[in-house]
């Protein structure tokens, strides 16, 4: 991100005739050399040059955008010298760079600032993991990231960026009344940035067919060229495309991400790891409000700002993080030892979300909600400090009669394993 690209390359041809598509690449360098030739023969010329420069720039291609070309492309250069150092290593990833369509200058200050990089590993954190915080330098024969890898690193440069993400301006997004504006636009989540936005020639993700353009982009910088007519076109720099899934997670917390009211589709979960009832809420991102997939938020919350409000909030009531656990509790998703509850119940435990008037249903919420209990741990304190017959007294009506004795047996004994186990971790503390 801090050094220009390493890829060298031939300069776009100019726009066809009525074709706007790659507006960005109107660049006029390395044409000399053709100005000798009569126009079929330079556009044979040219069309030839552009193929090999194609060609070369083949294996940088990567899916991930430019910032993973690039890390592939100093992968390879620390490979192609070895680490042999002196001569032999300048020689030889110099030669790697002129068969590879690499800028030699460029991948010699890459490989530079990775060693420095390296050095300052080892100097500040000597008890961390890897080459680099070991041994002050960098491994030439390195495997390239995994899936998994390249697409946390993708994440990583997107959180870096989120005031700097664009997507296909859809319809009528660009208004104009004197220019019609082409397919491959892009339109800033920047409110203050009006222009189109267009993916750099030189870009790894650059392609002349718009539908195989991303969706969503996120760039360093942008730069701003001179187009026909005296007008301007604004070129995206450095692009790494994006999950609009990701911006909710990674902006949650920022200015750019506005949470709204919760969504009846897709339903509250409970998640373990959380210990809590989560719900997907309406979610925009950036100044203009693009609608991006839901956030999770812990649903305790969202009945907190009702509560506050006295009213509902959306569809969700005061009530319904405790209405959600109590289901959940009942299906065996909260706690392990109740996994063979469900079948001895006289009801689905789905009649508590229903929100009908049904008695057993109002005792059970009613409880959990006076007792503020909405998680495992909260519930397990509640028995091992107050009441180890809490919820217990309710469970008659839930009960198949042919059940009773094995509801018991199966709750008792579930309630003095999780108050041992909320003992013990108490304990320890």
Same mark, same amino acid.
């Given at each position: +991100?801090?050094?220009?690209? *390493?890829?060298?390359?031939?300069?776009?041809?100019?726009?066809?005739?009525?074709?706007?598509?790659?507006?960005?690449?109107?660049?006029?360098?390395?044409?000399?050399?053709?100005?000798?030739?009569?126009?079929?023969?330079?556009?044979?010329?040219?069309?030839?040059?552009?193929?090999?420069?194609?060609?070369?720039?083949?294996?940088?291609?990567?899916?991930?955008?430019?910032?993973?070309?690039?890390?592939?492309?100093?992968?390879?250069?620390?490979?192609?010298?070895?680490?042999?150092?002196?001569?032999?290593?300048?020689?030889?990833?110099?030669?790697?760079?002129?068969?590879?369509?690499?800028?030699?200058?460029?991948?010699?200050?890459?490989?530079?600032?990775?060693?420095?990089?390296?050095?300052?590993?080892?100097?500040?954190?000597?008890?961390?993991?890897?080459?680099?915080?070991?041994?002050?330098?960098?491994?030439?024969?390195?495997?390239?990231?995994?899936?998994?890898?390249?697409? +946390?690193?993708?994440?990583?440069?997107?959180?870096?960026?989120?005031?700097?993400?664009?997507?296909?301006?859809? *319809?009528?997004?660009?208004?104009?009344?004197?220019?019609?504006?082409?397919?491959?636009?892009?339109?800033?989540?920047?409110?203050?940035?009006?222009?189109?936005?267009?993916?750099?020639?030189?870009?790894?993700?650059?392609?002349?067919?718009?539908?195989?353009?991303?969706?969503?982009?996120?760039?360093?910088?942008?730069?701003?060229?001179?187009?026909?007519?005296?007008?301007?076109?604004?070129?995206?720099?450095?692009?790494?495309?994006?999950?609009?899934?990701?911006?909710?997670?990674?902006?949650?917390?920022?200015?750019? +991400?506005?949470?709204?009211?919760?969504?009846?589709?897709?339903? *509250?979960?409970?998640?373990?790891?959380?210990?809590?009832?989560?719900?997907?809420?309406?979610?925009?991102?950036?100044?203009?409000?693009?609608?991006?997939?839901?956030?999770?938020?812990?649903?305790?919350?969202?009945?907190?700002?009702?509560?506050?409000?006295?009213?509902?909030?959306?569809?969700?009531?005061?009530?319904?993080?405790?209405?959600?656990?109590?289901?959940?509790?009942?299906?065996?998703?909260?706690?392990?030892?109740?996994?063979?509850?469900?079948?001895?119940?006289?009801?689905?435990?789905?009649?508590?979300?229903?929100?009908?008037?049904?008695?057993?249903?109002?005792?059970?919420?009613?409880?959990?909600?006076?007792?503020?209990?909405?998680?495992?741990?909260?519930?397990?304190?509640?028995?091992?400090?107050?009441?180890?017959?809490?919820?217990?007294?309710?469970?008659?009506?839930?009960?198949?009669?042919?059940?009773?004795?094995?509801?018991?047996?199966?709750?008792?004994?579930?309630?003095?394993?999780?108050?041992?186990?909320?003992?013990?971790?108490?304990?320890?503390?």
């Amino acid at each position: +991100l801090s050094e220009a690209s *390493p890829f060298t390359h031939q300069a776009d041809q100019d726009w066809l005739e009525g074709d706007k598509e790659g507006k960005e690449g109107s660049d006029d360098d390395d044409k000399n050399h053709l100005a000798g030739l009569d126009e079929v023969d330079r556009n044979i010329a040219a069309k030839q040059q552009a193929e090999k420069e194609r060609e070369k720039k083949r294996p940088w291609m990567h899916k991930g955008g430019d910032v993973l070309a690039g890390m592939l492309a100093a992968g390879a250069y620390a490979y192609a010298g070895r680490g042999a150092g002196g001569v032999t290593e300048s020689a030889a990833c110099k030669r790697f760079c002129e068969e590879n369509g690499l800028n030699f200058v460029v991948m010699q200050r890459i490989h530079k600032m990775r060693k420095h990089l390296a050095r300052l590993a080892k100097a500040r954190f000597k008890d961390a993991e890897g080459v680099a915080a070991k041994t002050g330098g960098i491994l030439s024969s390195m495997a390239p990231p995994s899936k998994l890898q390249e697409n +946390l690193l993708m994440q990583a440069v997107c959180a870096g960026l989120l005031d700097n993400v664009a997507r296909r301006a859809p *319809p009528g997004a660009l208004t104009d009344e004197k220019e019609r504006y082409p397919r491959a636009a892009y339109i800033s989540c920047n409110s203050s940035i009006r222009e189109p936005l267009f993916v750099d020639s030189r870009s790894v993700l650059f392609s002349r067919q718009s539908q195989l353009l991303p969706e969503f982009v996120c760039y360093d910088t942008i730069v701003r060229k001179p187009g026909k007519e005296g007008s301007t076109v604004s070129v995206m720099k450095t692009l790494t495309p994006l999950d609009p899934a990701w911006l909710a997670t990674l902006g949650k917390g920022s200015h750019l +991400l506005s949470i709204g009211s919760p969504l009846d589709i897709p339903l *509250p979960t409970y998640d373990c790891k959380k210990d809590a009832v989560l719900c997907s809420v309406e979610t925009k991102f950036g100044g203009r409000g693009w609608s991006v997939p839901p956030l999770l938020v812990e649903m305790y919350d969202v009945t907190k700002d009702a509560s506050s409000l006295g009213k509902k909030r959306g569809t969700i009531a005061v009530d319904d993080s405790f209405r959600w656990f109590a289901r959940f509790l009942l299906e065996g998703k909260v706690l392990n030892d109740l996994a063979e509850l469900r079948p001895m119940l006289n009801d689905d435990p789905a009649i508590i979300t229903r929100k009908k008037p049904v008695s057993k249903v109002a005792l059970v919420v009613s409880s959990l909600s006076g007792a503020g209990v909405d998680s495992a741990a909260a519930l397990r304190k509640h028995w091992a400090e107050k009441d180890d017959k809490f919820l217990f007294r309710h469970m008659k009506g839930w009960t198949k009669k042919e059940n009773v004795r094995d509801v018991k047996r199966l709750w008792m004994g579930a309630v003095k394993r999780n108050v041992k186990l909320w003992r013990e971790q108490n304990t320890s503390r």
